[in-house]
C-alpha cells in the first residue's frame, strides 16, 4: 500500500492541495483503495486553495460491503458517499464518488 500512498501524495502535491491536509487525505484514499474499488480517479476539489479530493471507481457488492464496514465508520474525514448503479447491462456494479477532507460536504 505504501507505492500507492506515494502515488497518491505526489498527485495530490501537483494539485496544490495545502499540505496540512496532505497525510490524512492520503490515509484516507488509501484505506478506500484498498476496500476493492477498480479504476480509482482522484479529482482535488475547493476554492480558492483545493482542501478536498473526490474519489470515483467501480465497484461490485463485495467491495461496496468492504468499504461500508471497513472504512466508512472509521473515516471522520469522509464528507459525501454516492453509490449510483453502472446501469441495466451490469445491474450488480456500482459507480462510487466518496468526498474526503475539510471542505467536503458533511452530511
Known sequence: M???EDSIMSHLKAGGLAKDH?????AAAAQINASGIKGMRILT?????PDWIRMSGIADKAAISKLVSD????Q??????QIFPYGIP????YRVEIDIG????HG
Do not use: E, H
Open 2 to 4: 505504501a507505492g500507492f
Open 22 to 26: 496532505l497525510s490524512g487525505l492520503t
Open 45 to 49: 476539489k475547493g476554492t480558492p486553495v
Open 71 to 74: 472504512v466508512l465508520g472509521k
Open 76 to 81: 471522520q474525514q469522509i464528507g459525501n458517499i
Open 90 to 93: 451490469f445491474p450488480d456494479i
Open 102 to 105: 475539510p471542505g467536503a460536504q
